[in-house]
């Protein structure tokens, strides 16, 4: 069975950083693209971040390009987001997301697991 | 970025009614389209990829058309437990893009 499981998420003050991290079990780690997607309270489902399988390429949306990273360790089946520069608007449940799409430069085909999310808040 | 414009925002339609939801695409996605359910307070769940393809253990109540830029998601007879918000998503090209999502509602 897939599990994701968050964490790292809390209140931050603008301007601050914050690592989120998602441990993986039940499927091969190292063959898959993971996902960030996040939901600010109340809103729909935003794409953040995906870093793929084998090759370990990273993309962004543009809204958080230049100020988050994403990285993976495949020993440790864990995929994590380092927020810096975090602003009032990337308030919201970051949720890390399987996609089915395997190896290689695939960067996604579908975001088929999804954990039960990390809520970030910024805030004074 | 392509932008996925989904319709109705919101629905409400008598137990066991056949419901249907668009999304249509700002340009041509071939047939790069999720369709995701939202229960309140969870995580949003695939239920059908790539337009027509149901996710193992969905039930056959679910479906999905449509190629290019228009595509469409239906509950054949809904049931209590389809409430929920539905999102489409784009996968032809990055951002990974979300329709603004549909909460559907028994009447």
């Known amino acids: 069975e897939v599990q994701l499981l968050e964490s790292g998420g809390g209140l931050v003050q603008p301007g601050g950083s914050l690592r989120l991290s998602c441990e993986a079990s039940?499927?091969?780690?190292?063959?898959?693209?993971m996902s960030w997607v996040r939901q600010a309270p109340g809103k729909g489902l935003e794409w953040v971040s995906v870093?793929?399988?084998?090759?370990?390429?990273?993309y962004y949306a543009g809204s958080v390009r230049g100020r988050f990273t994403i990285s993976r360790d495949n020993s440790n089946n864990t995929v994590s987001l380092l927020m810096k520069g975090l602003r009032a608007d990337d308030t919201a449940r970051y949720y890390c997301?399987?996609?089915?799409?395997?190896?290689?430069?695939?960067?996604?085909?579908?975001?088929?697991?999804w954990g039960q999310g990390t809520v970030v808040t910024v805030s004074a | 970025d392509i932008q996925m414009t989904q319709s109705p925002s919101s629905l409400s339609a008598p137990e066991g009614d056949r419901v249907t939801i668009t999304c249509q695409a700002s340009?041509?996605?071939?047939?790069?389209v999720n369709w995701y359910q939202q229960k309140p307070g969870k995580a949003p769940k695939l239920l059908i990829y790539d337009v027509v393809k149901l996710e193992s253990g969905v039930p056959s109540r679910f479906s999905g058309s449509g190629s290019g830029t228009s595509f469409s998601f239906s509950i054949s007879s809904l049931q209590p437990e389809d409430v929920a918000i539905y999102y489409c998503?784009?996968?032809?090209?990055?951002?990974?893009?979300f329709g603004g999502g549909t909460n559907v509602e028994i009447k």
């Open positions: 340009e041509h996605i071939f047939e790069y």
């Open positions: 997301v399987k996609d089915g799409c395997l190896g290689g430069a695939c960067y996604s085909e579908r975001l088929d697991h």
């Open positions: 039940g499927f091969i780690f190292s063959n898959y693209a």
């Open positions: 998503q784009q996968y032809s090209s990055l951002p990974l893009t």
């Open positions: 870093i793929t399988g084998t090759s370990g390429a990273t």
